[in-house]
């Protein structure tokens, strides 16, 4: 059980930082996996059937900008998940489990991505604040039909497989 909690402890902070890297700058030039229109976290066509004005689009942009900068070079940020994948190596492959740097390691881990779901959260915050009243209840029921539209998707796959 106890093995059970520390794998899923390094797991989960792993596969949410990877759907966080796809929500900011991840995409496939507006493709996801491959397919126009996908499933995935990217609004970007959702926000493209507001009526946005030229100064919306135009302060957008400068808050997208700032939020690349602010994320830091994609390099360094690799270079930073390569060293937390080496040390989870090392202390999978060691002879005997140090539970102290594997506590350690977790509770660095779990702090950045707190951090990084934190400054997630301002910056749609920011963004939202652009739109009106109007534009965000749009924004809304947009993503709500596109939430139903990849449920009937995803029913769609599993029953595929299913029936294989």
Same mark, same amino acid.
């Given at each position: 059980?106890?093995?059970?909690? *520390?794998?899923?402890?390094?797991?989960?902070?792993?596969?949410?930082?990877?759907?966080?890297?796809?929500?900011?700058?991840?995409?496939?030039?507006?493709?996801?996996?491959?397919?126009?229109?996908?499933?995935?976290?990217?609004?970007?066509?959702?926000?493209?059937?507001?009526? *946005?004005?030229?100064?919306?689009?135009?302060?957008?942009? $400068?808050?997208?900008? &700032?939020?690349?900068?602010?994320?830091?070079?994609?390099?360094?940020?690799?270079?930073?998940?390569? %060293?937390?994948?080496?040390?989870?190596?090392?202390?999978?492959?060691? !002879?005997?489990?140090?539970?102290?740097?594997?506590?350690?390691?977790? &509770?660095?881990?779990?702090?950045?991505?707190?951090?990084?779901?934190?400054?997630?959260?301002?910056?749609?915050? %920011?963004?939202?604040?652009?739109?009106? !009243?109007? $534009?965000?209840?749009?924004?809304?029921?947009?993503?709500?039909?596109?939430?139903?539209?990849?449920?009937?998707?995803?029913?769609?796959?599993? $029953?595929?497989?299913?029936?294989?």
């Amino acid at each position: 059980m106890k093995k059970t909690v *520390i794998a899923a402890t390094f797991a989960v902070p792993l596969l949410l930082t990877s759907v966080a890297a796809m929500a900011f700058g991840g995409s496939h030039g507006g493709h996801q996996g491959g397919r126009e229109g996908g499933c995935g976290m990217n609004d970007r066509q959702v926000w493209q059937q507001l009526e *946005i004005t030229d100064a919306q689009k135009e302060e957008l942009q $400068q808050l997208r900008e &700032t939020f690349r900068e602010q994320r830091g070079e994609p390099g360094e940020r690799a270079e930073a998940r390569a %060293e937390q994948r080496e040390a989870m190596q090392a202390l999978m492959m060691s !002879d005997t489990f140090d539970e102290a740097k594997a506590q350690a390691l977790v &509770t660095q881990m779990t702090e950045q991505h707190q951090e990084r779901q934190l400054a997630m959260l301002k910056q749609r915050h %920011e963004m939202m604040s652009v739109l009106t !009243d109007e $534009q965000k209840s749009q924004l809304v029921e947009l993503q709500a039909e596109k939430r139903e539209e990849c449920a009937q998707q995803w029913e769609e796959r599993a $029953q595929r497989m299913r029936d294989r």
